[in-house]
T-cell receptor
Framework: GQSLEQPSEVTAVEGAIVQINCTYQTSGFYGLSWYQQHDGGAPTFLSYNALDGLEETGRFSSFLSRSDSYGYLLLQELQMKDSASYFCAVRDRGFQKLVFGTGTRLLVSP | SQTIHQWPATLVQPVGSPLSLECTVEGTSNPNLYWYRQAAGRGLQLLFYSVGIGQISSEVPQNLSASRPQDRQFILSSKKLLLSDSGFYLC??????????????FGAGTRLSVL
């Protein structure tokens, strides 16, 4: 089976850089995804890494190291609106569903 | 463009009452459909998923059932609600079957309180 672990909470101030880590254990690996969810809202897709290295999308970047079974989401120039929960996810072997991590709540303060 | 509709937004139900939550997708055909539950401050628990009409896979044995009577309609039901059924229910869809990305698009969710 698959399991993904994330820190439960991370705090930072506006303008700072924050890194949210995700370690995974999978039977077969098919890439790591990240989703953002604001309180009371729906999760939305942020990024996806299939290969090792850094993927950049504006202020957000996602990194993957397959040899370490580890990835992270990097948020730069933090804004108050970035306060949300962030989930990493992997696809199951059958390619029909995702397994989500435990989620990290990011609190951005002024 | 594709859209997903999920209703109702909030629901308060007494213990032992039935439940029916509906989700419909527009603008795509033959999507994979998913029902998730999220307890307050917790992660996403996959309840059911469907790869086609009448095809339902259950992830967690429980008090709930799902049906897919039409290609773009997914229904979550219960005959008798329990207190533990309270939570935030999310419907999602995906058409990404081949690549490993499987981007899922979520509905706005239904907040269910069982009292």
């Amino acid at each position: 089976g698959q399991s993904l672990e994330q820190p439960s909470e991370v705090t930072a101030v506006e303008g700072a850089i924050v890194q949210i880590n995700c370690t995974y254990q999978t039977s077969g690996f098919y890439g790591l995804s990240w989703y953002q969810q604001h309180d009371g809202g729906a999760p939305t897709f942020l990024s996806y890494n299939a290969l090792d290295g850094l993927e950049e999308t504006g202020r957000f970047s996602s990194f993957l190291s397959r040899s370490d079974s580890y990835g992270y989401l990097l948020l730069q120039e933090l804004q108050m609106k970035d306060s949300a929960s962030y989930f990493c996810a992997v696809r199951d072997r059958g390619f029909q569903k995702l397994v989500f991590g435990t989620g990290t709540r990011l609190l951005v303060s002024p | 463009s594709q859209t997903i509709h999920q209703w109702p937004a909030t629901l308060v139900q007494p213990v032992g009452s039935p439940l029916s939550l509906e989700c419909t997708v527009e603008g795509t055909s033959n999507p994979n459909l998913y029902w998730y539950r999220q307890a307050a401050g917790r992660g996403l628990q996959l309840l059911f998923y469907s790869v086609g009409i009448g095809q339902i896979s259950s992830e967690v044995p429980q008090n709930l059932s799902a049906s897919r009577p039409q290609d773009r309609q997914f229904i979550l039901s219960s005959k008798k609600l329990l207190l533990s059924d309270s939570g935030f229910y999310l419907c999602a869809w995906s058409v990404d079957r081949v690549s490993a990305k499987n981007i899922q698009y979520f509905g706005a969710g239904t907040r269910l309180s069982v009292l």
